[in-house]
């Protein structure tokens, strides 16, 4: 069923949303859930079902006697409380079932063992039957009022019999886990039938089942099977709205999500499911719903057993319907701690290879893998038979890909035998014990990986009603997509998480947060970006909570209620997925000094760590960045107080985060911009030492703290560390000096008298495009010094962009005013494009003078292949190499940025490369650098690789990279030395000896950095009995 019912009306909305995508979707989740045409010969039709078994594979009446065989009698009395005339009631009052076993122990041992079996496509095998409408409606249902023609899990009570045998068919198959005839059992995809009352026993029924099939299986093979009790996508989606004029609106809420899947979790659990399965995951929110339905019965009802998640990649974008990439996806729902976790149905084996090996790449879960038997022809059939589909997941399981294999769509019996057998010879994949150590994952439509080494997070501050009078405006008089312009002016400016805060007494907050977190799903260029959910009303927070598909913050719960109210909404977040701020505020008020902020946020890490089980990595403090400068003598140490308590909490509590709110330090100058600005700049540049790791900031409008004004520097230092009893007077005499705003009352051009190489670094620093064409137009004619357009970005553009780097390394520059700089950067090197174009045009044509005949795609000095890898969407400094290149004739192949490494690999070879250049900016982009190193190795590529960008290093290239990559691999500090690298790697000789050195340098750096561990894990053996160590189990 899932999409295939939909009514017209919606399906033309829903097509008009996403003509393409929801298109595609329909026809995938019609086929998914009604089943392709089947491709061989279906066994069992009409099969009689046999008894249910004891635990010692004994028959059982129905009173419990022992028998020693089957008759009809007994299994008409076992199936007697699925027929019609005994319903099964539909309450929620049943017991939970208890297990005598540890399936979760047992399925995971036998995965470390071996490669698991999961079953094939059902619908497929229904699909075989050609059931007409009388077959679907049977004896109770032959005068029902609506269709039932493709209502599969309908089947499940009116020929119990059939599916029973394809549960069967496919554990003799060689299937572990058979999956539940459940696929659209939820009451909001049952009430397209009007059978929503049927919900719970449907799946129920269904699970009981399985159950039976696997029990006999078990007993007959003595090898044990399993029942994964199915949860599908739904065919509602809470990420997009099914009308394109109003794209907040949903035609389904998180809490109707929650309420019906917690209907079909008790049914599947009642009927005796091993496992629970949300699986075929179009959106992640939906998946989210499921978790969160399936986690709050854990807490109240039942037993735990086992989760499985399974996600579904649309296209070769690698994205989920509702946009996320498979990493983001892996973010988002890893909170619910599934065993296994994998992808999916709408692609086959080949075509899901590279986003499978992403998926394992991102999590410590155990990866399963159940594509459809390929891509649907023509005439909607899969083509690819059991040999075929065997063949390439064999290829999967060779590669150490995956844990558990099947089918989905046009797979039967046949294609799960073949599968069983074709990778039993291979291990299974060993899952890596952390992907990312200490770090701090999140998520909007892309992942955001904040570990040890990321520099300062800037939280965009401005879409906050309490702290923005033209969001606020805008939003109290219901201008919600004008406001949107803001949040992506933010994420634009270098936002890397945004604040959403919707806190205003007029305002209904729940109404404006769902309102406006809908309409920041719509907009991919802002929900790519995590999101922080702010508000003092935790009503507020879990209306934005329900909206998110991605992984956010939320901010923020505080001891201020108690503990009781603290640990209900800590569990409420967890549950949800999220990570959290913790204020540092308790019953008796809010802390002021250091000791009182590091004993409320110690209290508040264990209740979180040691009694919600929050993963310690997830909690961030803000230990009250509070108001400076208010004449009150008792404020004046507020700033020391915050980055003394900012050092001690690093250093006791593992994994916890520091944020703040800037803004307020400041308060007391407020109409004063530039006091303002530089009371931040000045406090970020010592509390980010100390160890502050984010901020909600107007990154935007940061001065370099280099930049300030040394009168204002020298009374902003002297306030912040309470150096001069008279600093509050002085600033506010300073104060009067400055213009209107607080902002200078007249602009200093002073540095337009400089050299044109002075003028042209002040601008790349200063982020000012103003005068940057002019000033390279300047030194484009000043043929002496520079005799080639080239030479002007070789020489002083390029030392302009070093002395960025060398201020962002030093954290004097944040990235959003890094982005200003590139962006400038790129208006003057697209200044002089057209004359690097004429230069390679008059080039071409002295060569035709010369009886040179140059086509236009030649080669020249050799072709590079460049790329920003996947997760990054920073490209200026790859733009400047491919320019630089392209200058010198090399034939460059730039693939943008967000490059997965299938695309980067598959065009060096259609392109025959010589080269292979990688870049990012942020740290994320270092572990897909040695994904691509690894795969070129696996793939036997001979080609050099080069490596850079500003996150990277001669260090990380020597130690993490150049080790996965038998051939060249060499890190390339900046464009200017790109060329003499290429150059001497095209030289047989020259390559020689560049190797030698370059093997010679990068084994000195490895051999110092392997000393450096020695040295710190002594150090670390010495002072690690100082401290508690807190451990986060999973």
Not at 378 to 399: C, K, V
Request: net charge negative; with cysteine.
């Amino acid at each position: 069923m899932g999409l295939g019912n939909l009514s017209t009306r919606q399906k033309v909305a829903l097509a008009m949303t996403v003509p393409t995508s929801f298109v595609l979707l329909y026809l995938l989740f019609r086929r998914r859930s009604q089943g392709a045409k089947q491709l061989g010969n279906v066994t069992g039709r009409g099969a009689e079902m046999n008894q249910i078994q004891n635990e010692d594979g004994q028959k059982l009446k129905n009173n419990g006697d022992v028998v020693n065989k089957s008759s009809p009698e007994d299994t008409e009395k076992h199936d007697a409380k699925c027929l019609p005339e005994q319903r099964v009631t539909e309450t929620v009052s049943q017991k939970p079932i208890q297990r005598k076993s540890d399936v979760a122990a047992e399925i995971k041992k036998t995965l470390k063992e071996r490669i698991m079996i999961m079953d094939g496509g059902m619908g497929t095998m229904i699909q075989g039957h050609k059931f007409d409408e009388a077959a679907f409606r049977g004896e109770e249902f032959k005068d029902h009022s609506k269709p039932l023609k493709g209502n599969n899990d309908l089947l499940s009570l009116t020929k119990p019999e059939v599916i029973y045998q394809i549960h069967k068919d496919y554990l003799e198959a060689g299937a572990d886990f058979v999956e539940t005839n459940t696929f659209s059992g939820t009451s909001i995809a049952q009430a397209d039938y009007a059978m929503e009352h049927l919900a719970y026993r449907l799946n129920k029924c269904s699970a009981e089942l399985a159950r039976r099939a696997a029990d006999e299986v078990t007993r007959e093979t003595g090898i044990k099977r399993y029942v994964a009790g199915a949860l599908g996508p739904t065919n509602r989606t809470l990420s997009i709205s099914p009308s394109v004029e109003q794209p907040e609106y949903r035609n389904i809420t998180f809490d109707e999500l929650v309420k019906a899947y917690q209907e079909q979790a008790r049914g599947l659990l009642d009927g005796g499911s091993d496992i629970l399965m949300v699986e075929t995951i179009f959106d992640t929110l939906n998946s989210k719903a499921a978790l969160y339905a399936i986690q709050e019965l854990f807490e109240t009802d039942y037993q735990e057993v086992p989760v499985f998640v399974s996600g579904t990649i649309v296209d070769k974008s690698g994205r989920t319907l509702s946009g996320q990439t498979g990493d983001a996806f892996v973010v988002s729902v890893s909170h619910a701690r599934p065993i296994c976790l994998g992808l999916n149905c709408a692609l086959g084996a080949t075509e899901m290879r590279p986003f499978i090996e992403n998926i394992g790449l991102n999590t410590s879960a155990y990866v399963l893998c159940y594509p459809n038997a390929g891509l649907p022809n023509t005439f909607g059939d899969y083509d690819e038979t059991p040999e075929m589909m065997a063949g390439h997941l064999s290829g999967f399981a060779r590669d150490g890909l995956v844990n558990i294999v099947g089918g989905c769509c046009g797979t039967t019996p046949t294609h799960i035998k073949a599968i069983a057998e074709a990778v039993k010879p291979f291990k299974p994949r060993i899952p890596p014990a952390d992907i990312h150590p200490e770090a701090m994952m999140l998520s909007g439509l892309e992942p955001m990986i904040v570990g040890k080494h990321t520099l300062f997070v800037n939280i965009g501050e401005r879409c906050n009603v309490a702290g923005s009078r033209k969001f606020a405006k805008l939003i109290t008089n219901g201008q919600y997509e004008e406001a949107l312009s803001i949040a992506k002016a933010q994420v634009e400016a270098g936002a890397q998480v945004l604040d959403i805060n919707m806190d205003e007494g007029m305002l209904d907050g729940v109404k404006a947060m769902t309102k406006f977190v809908n309409l920041v799903s719509s907009e991919p260029d802002i929900c790519k970006v995590p999101l922080c959910i702010d508000s003092s009303k935790f009503a507020v927070i879990e209306a934005g909570l329900k909206c998110t598909q991605g992984k956010c913050i939320v901010n923020s719960i505080s001891l201020k209620e108690g503990e009781e109210d603290f640990l209900k909404k800590a569990q409420t977040i967890k549950r949800h997925g999220a990570a959290v701020v913790v204020m540092a505020f308790d019953e008796t008020g809010q802390a002021t000094e250091s000791d009182r902020k590091v004993e409320i946020c110690t209290r508040s890490y264990n209740l979180l760590v040691h009694k919600v089980g929050f993963n310690p990595n997830d909690i961030i403090f803000d230990p009250n960045i509070l108001t400076i400068a208010t004449g009150m003598e008792e404020h004046n140490e507020y700033g020391i107080n915050f980055i003394e308590a900012t050092k001690m909490i690093k250093s006791t509590l593992p994994g916890a985060r520091i944020s703040g709110g800037l803004s307020n330090l400041s308060f007391s100058f407020r109409g004063k911009g530039v006091i303002r600005e530089a009371m931040h700049s000045v406090f970020l540049y010592h509390a980010i030492k100390a160890g502050m790791d984010m901020g909600i900031v107007n990154a935007g409008a940061l001065p370099l703290y280099d930049d300030i004004d040394p009168k204002l520097l020298r009374l902003c230092e002297d306030l912040l560390w309470n150096k001069d009893p008279e600093a509050t007077e002085k600033l506010l005499e300073f104060a009067e000096t400055v213009g209107k705003g607080g902002k200078k009352a007249t602009e200093d051009l002073s540095w337009r008298n400089e050299s044109v190489e002075s003028r042209l670094a002040h601008s790349l620093v200063k982020g000012i495009d103003k005068f940057v064409v002019e000033d390279t137009e300047e030194a484009r004619q000043n043929t002496d010094l520079y005799p080639r357009p080239l030479n002007v970005i070789e020489g002083p553009l390029m030392k302009g962009m070093s002395v960025v780097g060398d201020l962002f390394g030093a954290g004097k520059m944040f990235l959003p005013q890094v982005i200003k700089s590139a962006r400038v950067m790129k208006k003057a090197v697209g200044h002089l494009l057209p004359f690097l174009e004429k230069e390679k045009q008059e080039r071409r044509e002295q060569a035709l003078l010369d009886g040179i005949v140059l086509e236009e795609d030649d080669a020249g000095s050799g072709t590079v292949v460049i790329a920003t890898v996947k997760g990054d969407v920073h490209d200026i400094g790859k733009n400047i190499v491919a320019v630089v290149l392209g200058c010198n004739n090399y034939k460059v192949i730039d693939l943008g940025v967000m490059t997965p490494c299938d695309k980067i690999l598959q065009t060096a070879i259609e392109q025959k490369a010589d080269i292979v250049g990688l870049s990012g900016l942020i740290t994320p982009s270092l572990d897909e650098m040695i994904h691509v190193a690894k795969e070129m190795e696996r793939l036997g590529f001979k080609l050099p690789l080069l490596i850079g960008g500003a996150t990277t290093s001669k260090t990380h290239t020597a130690v993490k990279i150049a080790p996965c990559y038998s051939q060249p691999t060499i890190h390339v500090l900046d464009a200017s030395k790109s060329v003499v690298v290429c150059s001497s790697l095209m030289d047989e000789g020259q390559k020689e000896e560049l190797m030698e050195d370059i093997n010679e340098e990068y084994d000195e750096i490895r051999e110092e950095h392997y000393d450096s561990l020695k040295v710190c894990k002594h150090s670390l053996m010495v002072w690690e009995p100082m401290h508690p160590v807190f451990i986060f189990d999973g």
